[in-house]
């Protein structure tokens, strides 16, 4: 098992140096190079030198890029144009908002996908399967922007029985300790804050959740489906054991397997559709803060952002694998 | 991770050799699968009002007439505007019709830009092999570490506001995804009795490449590329909504139609409502096809 | 202020709408003792939540110009004189009067006796020295005219001005007197009748002297545009004179005041003022609607029938503001003056503020709202008239006039609630009588008020909110010298307005403006057309907030309460 995390690891390494170089040359991609797209329509021949000099452009490429790195795993980001506040402290600030609001959505998705595949499966081509499968490839094709505001005008506007915006009421004054507000109404014990908090989050992460939730039900469905089939569940069958028995030794476990990667890939939606459900539910997440930064061509801001989330969705996909081999020994060979 | 996406990894279409029995035998089972057909039917519409536009549109999308709105007041529905009037007193219905040409342009540009590069990337991947393949595979690997949408983000906001900067990045993050499913699919069949047959009598391996396994490997590409559709519409309404898009505001694309009416939400949600279902619909005709197309051409489900 | 007004300004825009920025005073009310407000006296105590488009990008005055930041600091902080609540008459603050030299250079101010900052250390003439004197000495990147932008425009340039920052060599201010402990004579380098007004903005707030060296208040690096705040005076331990203080500021969440309870006129009624930033306009009206604030700057005009017929207060801001095309006349054929008046005639004005505007909105006929002196009714006018459009675009001789019009994205003005829905009406208007159209837009801040200042745009959506009652913050900030927006040269203009701003005979100046006004709408350097009357949004138990002509720079809390 510690040769494969060894490995897994090992294997992240080109990953993460790539995934540096990409966002590197992003910016010195950009038109005019970046002192022109931080001066934008500012930019005069001295100005551009000043801010070449400031941001160290006017050194080797080579050095631009091995101090950008030593920057970067410091997570030092820079600092945002527009606020001219520091890039990683906003995103540390922010960071927690966002992950408790995939998290939430996550819960929905995996809570509800997984039995309804199941079920799905277990009455394959019965009306429950047909009516569970079409209802997912309709949830996968609703943009999740399109489905917040309709949950946002359904529930918060019109019946008025959840908050629109935000992640606490405005005049709610508690402590954070952690930036997650759930965990931090818990550890305060404030009960008035966690019922708050847990309003606050239902819409936006049933919005979030709602496409995770299709896909994991379908692939649920297709990998049980696939178990069902095989010898050893047919052989458990033949052996007399009861239904319930089979489905939690064999189908449920040997079904899980890709079900867990898929969950793991699904951090990625999350992350992304989160830029877009944070907008429509002003939750205070990476999402604003990424949407701030393409209206006022923020690059530092997108710089970091991205860099930041795509670091988070490949560790995330890493524990997932490592998750995988542990449940699966035969990975770890591979 | 989209449908696609979650398809790509879904997708396990083994290679046979039959290529004309498959196709053949996988219409038959499309014209037997009812969500083929409302998926087909939806594509269709979709397809026919993107081309007809300028004939189907009853008014010009861009034609205003602010005169019959007021503050926190746009006309909804009547016999003269069927989907009413738009904040900019526009007739809503004819914005549409057009928006469908936008969406069906953005997707097919930006896919076939994708899916080519990808196509290539993954055929040079897997016929080569060797050292070219693992740089390339590598850098598909990297490409796609970095989430969907926010790789189109970075994409568009570099390049600009336009609509060749969202085509262009929904290209840039389809390419790994078709890259790395033509690779696989050729690498299942470079050990299949025909390939290995082909080398022992000297043909070149290019050769094989392009003749036999490329073909072969269409099917996936094809499933494939049918749900790429839908994500690119989709994504395309969600870069609209982050602002990023053709820089003519009055532009009639259904992400920005929805991103627009933000502010008019309480007063005239059917603004919101006429495009987010525009969206839906065209986005659910290409999934429930993209689906059942490879529920067609899957050997596995064949038994 | 407002259009020209700085990245920094701009930078808040993007976050969402703005306010009107604008200068003028602080604290009102107790200014002179008396209370000027007709506000109810409400029941003391209380918290009010008030949404605001973002958080201040700092809380010391001088180094910003945003509406975001100064409305914090008029709560927080007062200036030496102040606006008359709802109007922009000069009125006491902390100088109880004054009086000038009759050479005009020397003016002299009696300070408010036995007043203490928030941090307990006194109010004198030494305090408003030590504050004047570090305006004045600013070095480095404080003196960039996005910091430093309210100084450069009333005073100047600084000490020892550095020729790398874009600011006026000369300084208007020459020295500060404290002659005993309460009164403090400032001496000027040349007459002016601009200064006095210009004390009234938040930027020239008194600022405890013991808390600015504190807390660093100086330790600014960076540059002008990306400015580096060292220092915590701004971002936690503003220290002012006024009826608020500042009990915690949480980024991005909400900033809490408590009431001063040491404060030397008439106390703040609220327990406690939170603001709290909801950048989404639709957001902050539902925030409203759901009771999690009270109150919201920047209401929508779409929004304000439905909320008053919800019951909702509705309060306008007397019209101070215009909304305009703006013309390049370096790039043709905007040089062209059938060109020109084309596009006035092509412009459905009237059709545009019905739909889009709340109804007491007017059609703007010249560059300054009706209610300031100088204001003349009889200016050329051009009402909607496509036929004679046509015609002139066929007599300029010039073929398919192509023009690039510039639109903002991601801001909101008074003037301006949706740039895009009046850029996209515009243009229906221009392509129907045959001009071609092609859509430029930048984001607010901090391309778009750059492009249009360095005079890249050729047509333009832009505005501006006075700062204080004197037709010079208008026209004269428009049109009195050559600027690289309008393209022009145009010597009877500039030298009409600039007799008209030295002149010091009153009847005379409103002659000389009216006069001022015919030349320009003759000359049609742009098109204005609309003045607003911007809102606010209030639940039925708030009371006593007074709104101003200049916007959140002289709208107190102090005076109001919560029921």
């Given at each position: 098992?510690?040769k494969?995390?060894?490995?897994?690891?090992?294997?992240l390494i080109?990953?993460?140096i790539?995934?540096?170089?990409?966002?590197?040359?992003?910016?010195r991609?950009?038109?005019g190079?970046?002192?022109?797209?931080?001066?934008?329509e500012?930019a005069?021949p001295?100005?551009?030198a000043?801010?070449?000099?400031?941001?160290?452009l006017d050194?080797p490429?080579?050095?631009q890029?091995?101090?950008?790195?030593?920057r970067t795993?410091?997570?030092d980001?820079?600092?945002s144009i527009?606020?001219?506040?520091?890039?990683s402290?906003e995103?540390?600030?922010?960071?927690?908002a966002?992950?408790?609001?995939?998290?939430?959505?996550?819960v929905f998705?995996?809570?509800?996908g997984i039995?309804l595949?199941?079920?799905?499966a277990k009455?394959?081509l019965?009306?429950f399967?047909?009516?569970?499968m079409?209802?997912?490839?309709?949830?996968?094709?609703?943009?999740v922007?399109?489905?917040?505001?309709?949950?946002k005008?359904?529930?918060?506007?019109?019946?008025h029985?959840?908050p629109?915006?935000?992640r606490l009421?405005?005049?709610?004054?508690?402590?954070h300790?952690?930036g997650f507000?759930?965990?931090d109404a818990?550890?305060?014990g404030?009960g008035?804050?966690f019922?708050?908090?847990?309003?606050h989050?239902i819409?936006?992460?049933v919005a979030?959740?709602t496409i995770?939730l299709a896909?994991?039900a379908?692939?649920?469905?297709?990998?049980?489906?696939?178990?069902?089939?095989?010898?050893?569940?047919?052989s458990a069958?033949?052996k007399?054991?009861?239904s319930r028995?089979v489905?939690?030794?064999h189908?449920?476990?040997?079904a899980?397997?890709?079900v867990t990667?898929?969950?793991?890939?699904?951090?990625?939606?999350?992350?992304s559709?989160?830029?877009?459900?944070?907008?429509?539910f002003?939750w205070?997440?990476m999402?604003?803060?990424?949407?701030?930064?393409?209206?006022?061509?923020?690059?530092?801001?997108?710089q970091g952002g991205?860099?930041?989330?795509?670091?988070?969705?490949v560790?995330?996909?890493?524990?997932?694998?490592l998750?995988?081999?542990?449940?699966?020994?035969r990975i770890?060979?591979? | 991770?989209?449908?696609?996406?979650?398809?790509a990894f879904e997708?396990?279409i083994?290679?046979?050799?039959d290529?004309?029995g498959?196709?053949?035998?996988a219409?038959?089972?499309?014209r037997?699968?009812p969500?083929?057909?409302?998926?087909?039917?939806?594509?269709?519409?979709f397809?026919?009002v993107?081309?007809?536009a300028?004939?189907?549109?009853?008014?010009s999308?861009?034609?205003?007439?602010?005169s019959h709105?007021r503050?926190?007041?746009?006309?909804?529905p009547?016999a003269?505007?069927?989907?009413g009037?738009d904040?900019?007193?526009r007739?809503?219905?004819?914005r549409?019709?057009?928006?469908?040409?936008?969406?069906?342009?953005i997707?097919?540009?930006?896919?076939?830009?994708?899916?080519?590069?990808g196509?290539?990337?993954?055929?040079?991947?897997?016929?080569?092999?060797g050292?070219v393949?693992?740089?390339l595979m590598?850098?598909m690997?990297?490409?796609?570490s970095?989430?969907?949408?926010?790789?189109?983000?970075?994409?568009?906001?570099?390049?600009?506001?336009?609509?060749?900067?969202v085509?262009?990045a929904i290209?840039?993050?389809?390419?790994?995804?078709?890259?790395r499913?033509?690779?696989?699919?050729m690498?299942g069949q470079?050990?299949?009795?025909?390939?290995?047959a082909?080398?022992?009598?000297g043909?070149?391996?290019?050769?094989?490449?392009?003749?036999?396994?490329?073909?072969?490997?269409?099917?996936?590409?094809?499933v494939?590329?049918?749900?790429?559709?839908?994500?690119?519409i989709?994504?395309?309404?969600?870069?609209?909504f982050?602002?990023?898009g053709?820089?003519?505001p009055?532009t009639?694309e259904?992400g920005?139609?929805?991103?627009?009416?933000?502010?008019?939400l309480q007063?005239?949600v059917q603004?919101?409502?006429?495009p987010?279902?525009?969206i839906?619909?065209?986005?659910?005709g290409?999934?429930?096809?993209?689906?059942?197309?490879?529920?067609?051409l899957?050997?596995?489900?064949?038994? | 202020?407002?259009?020209?007004v700085?990245?920094?300004?701009a930078?808040?825009?993007?976050?969402?709408l703005?306010?009107?920025?604008?200068?003028?005073?602080?604290?009102?009310t107790a200014?002179n003792g008396?209370?000027?407000t007709?506000?109810?006296?409400?029941k003391?105590?209380?918290?009010?939540?008030?949404g605001?488009?973002s958080?201040?990008?700092?809380?010391?005055?001088?180094?910003?110009s945003?509406?975001?930041?100064i409305?914090?600091?008029?709560?927080?902080f007062?200036?030496?004189v102040?606006?008359?609540?709802?109007?922009?008459?000069?009125?006491?603050?902390?100088?109880k009067s004054?009086?000038?030299?009759?050479?005009?250079l020397?003016?002299t101010?009696?300070?408010?006796?036995?007043v203490?900052f928030?941090?307990?250390?006194?109010?004198n003439a030494?305090?408003?020295?030590?504050n004047?004197n570090r305006?004045?000495?600013?070095?480095?990147v404080?003196?960039?005219?996005?910091?430093s932008?309210?100084?450069s425009t009333?005073?100047?340039?600084f000490?020892?001005?550095?020729?790398?920052?874009?600011?006026?060599?000369?300084s208007l201010?020459?020295?500060?007197?404290?002659?005993?402990?309460?009164?403090a004579?400032?001496n000027?380098?040349?007459?002016s009748?601009?200064?006095?007004a210009?004390?009234a903005?938040?930027a020239f707030?008194?600022?405890?002297p013991?808390?600015l060296?504190?807390?660093?208040?100086?330790?600014?690096?960076g540059?002008?545009?990306?400015p580096?705040f060292n220092?915590t005076?701004g971002?936690?331990h503003?220290?002012?004179?006024?009826?608020?203080?500042?009990?915690?500021?949480?980024p991005?969440n909400q900033l809490?005041m408590k009431?001063y309870?040491?404060?030397?006129?008439?106390k703040?009624?609220?327990?406690?003022?939170i603001?709290k930033p909801?950048?989404d306009?639709?957001a902050?009206?539902q925030?409203l609607e759901s009771g999690?604030?009270?109150?919201?700057?920047?209401v929508n005009?779409?929004?304000?029938?439905?909320l008053?017929?919800?019951g909702?207060?509705?309060?306008?801001?007397?019209?101070f503001n215009?909304?305009y095309?703006?013309?390049n006349?370096?790039k043709?054929?905007?040089?062209?003056p059938?060109?020109?008046?084309a596009?006035?005639y092509a412009?459905?004005?009237?059709?545009?503020?019905?739909a889009?505007?709340p109804a007491?909105?007017?059609?703007?006929?010249?560059?300054?709202?009706?209610?300031l002196f100088g204001?003349?009714?009889?200016v050329?006018?051009?009402n909607?008239?496509?036929?004679k459009?046509?015609?002139?675009?066929?007599?300029s001789?010039?073929?398919?006039?192509?023009?690039e019009f510039?639109?903002?994205?991601?801001?909101?003005?008074?003037?301006?609630?949706?740039p895009?829905s009046n850029?996209?009406?515009f243009k229906?208007?221009?392509?129907?009588?045959?001009?071609?159209?092609?859509?430029?837009?930048a984001?607010?801040?901090?391309?778009y008020?750059?492009?249009?200042d360095?005079?890249?745009a050729q047509?333009?959506?832009l505005?501006?909110?006075?700062?204080?009652?004197?037709?010079?913050?208008?026209v004269?900030?428009?049109?009195?010298t050559?600027?690289?927006a309008?393209?022009?040269?145009?010597?009877a203009?500039f030298?009409?307005?600039d007799a008209a701003?030295?002149?010091?005979d009153?009847q005379?100046?409103i002659?000389?403006?009216q006069?001022a006004n015919?030349?320009i709408m003759?000359?049609?350097p742009?098109?204005?057309?609309?003045?607003?009357q911007?809102?606010l949004?209030?639940t039925?138990?708030?009371?006593g907030l007074?709104?101003?002509?200049?916007?959140?720079a002289?709208?107190?809390f102090?005076?109001?309460?919560?029921g």
């Amino acid at each position: 098992m510690l040769k494969f995390i060894v490995r897994r690891l090992v294997q992240l390494i080109p990953i993460l140096i790539g995934l540096s170089i990409l966002v590197f040359v992003w910016i010195r991609a950009l038109p005019g190079g970046p002192a022109d797209a931080l001066l934008g329509e500012r930019a005069t021949p001295a100005k551009v030198a000043q801010v070449r000099h400031l941001y160290g452009l006017d050194r080797p490429l080579y050095r631009q890029y091995i101090s950008y790195l030593d920057r970067t795993v410091h997570l030092d980001f820079g600092q945002s144009i527009s606020t001219q506040r520091s890039v990683s402290n906003e995103i540390r600030r922010r960071f927690p908002a966002t992950i408790e609001l995939s998290l939430a959505a996550m819960v929905f998705a995996v809570g509800i996908g997984i039995p309804l595949g199941v079920l799905a499966a277990k009455r394959y081509l019965a009306w429950f399967d047909h009516v569970s499968m079409a209802g997912s490839l309709l949830g996968i094709s609703v943009p999740v922007f399109f489905l917040a505001f309709l949950l946002k005008y359904i529930f918060a506007v019109k019946l008025h029985w959840l908050p629109s915006i935000g992640r606490l009421d405005a005049t709610r004054v508690t402590s954070h300790p952690t930036g997650f507000y759930v965990l931090d109404a818990i550890v305060t014990g404030d009960g008035g804050a966690f019922v708050d908090a847990v309003r606050h989050l239902i819409l936006p992460a049933v919005a979030l959740g709602t496409i995770p939730l299709a896909i994991v039900a379908r692939i649920t469905r297709a990998s049980v489906l696939e178990v069902l089939n095989e010898d050893y569940v047919r052989s458990a069958r033949a052996k007399g054991m009861t239904s319930r028995t089979v489905d939690r030794r064999h189908v449920l476990r040997n079904a899980m397997l890709p079900v867990t990667t898929i969950v793991g890939l699904q951090s990625g939606l999350l992350l992304s559709g989160a830029v877009l459900t944070e907008i429509v539910f002003s939750w205070g997440g990476m999402g604003s803060f990424l949407e701030q930064a393409v209206f006022a061509r923020d690059f530092p801001v997108l710089q970091g952002g991205i860099l930041f989330l795509a670091i988070v969705f490949v560790v995330v996909n890493l524990l997932v694998d490592l998750t995988y081999g542990f449940l699966d020994p035969r990975i770890r060979v591979t | 991770m989209s449908l696609a996406e979650a398809e790509a990894f879904e997708i396990s279409i083994e290679a046979t050799d039959d290529t004309g029995g498959r196709w053949s035998e996988a219409w038959q089972r499309l014209r037997r699968n009812p969500s083929a057909v409302v998926g087909a039917g939806l594509v269709l519409v979709f397809v026919l009002v993107a081309v007809f536009a300028s004939t189907l549109a009853p008014d010009s999308p861009n034609a205003a007439d602010l005169s019959h709105l007021r503050p926190g007041y746009i006309p909804g529905p009547s016999a003269h505007h069927l989907l009413g009037l738009d904040q900019q007193g526009r007739d809503e219905l004819s914005r549409i019709l057009y928006g469908a040409r936008y969406s069906l342009l953005i997707g097919v540009v930006s896919l076939s830009i994708g899916a080519s590069a990808g196509v290539l990337i993954g055929a040079v991947a897997g016929a080569v092999g060797g050292w070219v393949d693992n740089v390339l595979m590598r850098l598909m690997d990297i490409m796609l570490s970095i989430p969907g949408l926010l790789f189109a983000i970075g994409v568009a906001a570099l390049l600009g506001r336009n609509l060749q900067s969202v085509m262009i990045a929904i290209a840039v993050v389809n390419v790994p995804i078709f890259a790395r499913l033509l690779r696989s699919s050729m690498l299942g069949q470079r050990d299949s009795d025909y390939a290995l047959a082909a080398r022992s009598v000297g043909v070149k391996r290019w050769r094989i490449a392009v003749q036999h396994l490329l073909p072969n490997a269409l099917a996936p590409v094809i499933v494939q590329g049918t749900l790429a559709l839908a994500t690119a519409i989709i994504d395309a309404a969600g870069l609209a909504f982050l602002g990023l898009g053709s820089a003519d505001p009055g532009t009639p694309e259904w992400g920005r139609m929805l991103a627009e009416t933000q502010s008019f939400l309480q007063s005239s949600v059917q603004l919101a409502l006429f495009p987010g279902l525009a969206i839906v619909l065209s986005v659910l005709g290409f999934n429930l096809f993209g689906d059942a197309l490879r529920e067609a051409l899957d050997p596995k489900l064949r038994r | 202020m407002t259009k020209t007004v700085p990245r920094l300004v701009a930078a808040l825009a993007v976050l969402g709408l703005i306010s009107a920025a604008c200068g003028s005073s602080s604290k009102k009310t107790a200014a002179n003792g008396t209370s000027t407000t007709a506000a109810p006296a409400g029941k003391a105590g209380g918290t009010l939540v008030f949404g605001t488009s973002s958080d201040p990008i700092s809380m010391d005055g001088i180094l910003i110009s945003d509406g975001e930041s100064i409305r914090v600091i008029t709560q927080i902080f007062e200036t030496l004189v102040t606006t008359k609540p709802g109007g922009t008459d000069i009125v006491p603050s902390l100088a109880k009067s004054w009086q000038s030299s009759p050479d005009g250079l020397a003016w002299t101010f009696n300070l408010q006796q036995s007043v203490n900052f928030q941090d307990g250390t006194p109010f004198n003439a030494a305090a408003v020295c030590f504050n004047f004197n570090r305006w004045f000495n600013f070095k480095g990147v404080l003196q960039s005219s996005s910091l430093s932008y309210y100084w450069s425009t009333v005073f100047g340039g600084f000490a020892h001005t550095e020729n790398t920052n874009d600011v006026p060599a000369d300084s208007l201010y020459k020295s500060c007197d404290a002659k005993d402990t309460n009164t403090a004579v400032i001496n000027l380098t040349k007459p002016s009748s601009a200064f006095l007004a210009g004390l009234a903005n938040p930027a020239f707030a008194m600022s405890s002297p013991d808390a600015l060296t504190k807390y660093h208040a100086d330790d600014v690096t960076g540059t002008g545009d990306a400015p580096k705040f060292n220092g915590t005076f701004g971002s936690q331990h503003p220290i002012g004179t006024g009826p608020f203080m500042l009990d915690t500021f949480t980024p991005n969440n909400q900033l809490v005041m408590k009431r001063y309870d040491g404060y030397w006129g008439k106390k703040a009624i609220l327990d406690r003022l939170i603001f709290k930033p909801i950048a989404d306009g639709p957001a902050r009206r539902q925030a409203l609607e759901s009771g999690e604030i009270q109150g919201y700057d920047l209401v929508n005009p779409a929004d304000v029938s439905a909320l008053s017929g919800a019951g909702f207060q509705i309060l306008n801001r007397p019209a101070f503001n215009v909304g305009y095309v703006g013309f390049n006349q370096a790039k043709p054929p905007l040089d062209n003056p059938k060109i020109r008046q084309a596009i006035a005639y092509a412009l459905n004005r009237s059709a545009l503020v019905k739909a889009k505007y709340p109804a007491n909105a007017v059609v703007a006929k010249e560059f300054m709202p009706p209610s300031l002196f100088g204001y003349s009714s009889d200016v050329t006018q051009y009402n909607y008239d496509p036929a004679k459009a046509k015609q002139l675009i066929a007599d300029s001789g010039v073929a398919n006039p192509t023009i690039e019009f510039w639109y903002p994205t991601n801001v909101s003005r008074p003037y301006m609630p949706d740039p895009s829905s009046n850029f996209q009406a515009f243009k229906a208007d221009l392509e129907a009588v045959g001009f071609k159209i092609v859509p430029k837009s930048a984001p607010w801040s901090p391309d778009y008020v750059h492009s249009v200042d360095a005079g890249s745009a050729q047509m333009y959506l832009l505005g501006w909110t006075g700062d204080y009652g004197d037709p010079d913050d208008f026209v004269g900030v428009f049109f009195r010298t050559k600027q690289k927006a309008w393209g022009f040269d145009n010597a009877a203009i500039f030298s009409a307005l600039d007799a008209a701003r030295t002149e010091t005979d009153q009847q005379k100046r409103i002659a000389d403006y009216q006069a001022a006004n015919k030349l320009i709408m003759d000359f049609l350097p742009g098109v204005p057309y609309v003045h607003t009357q911007p809102n606010l949004a209030l639940t039925k138990k708030v009371q006593g907030l007074v709104p101003s002509p200049v916007g959140p720079a002289n709208e107190g809390f102090s005076t109001v309460s919560v029921g």
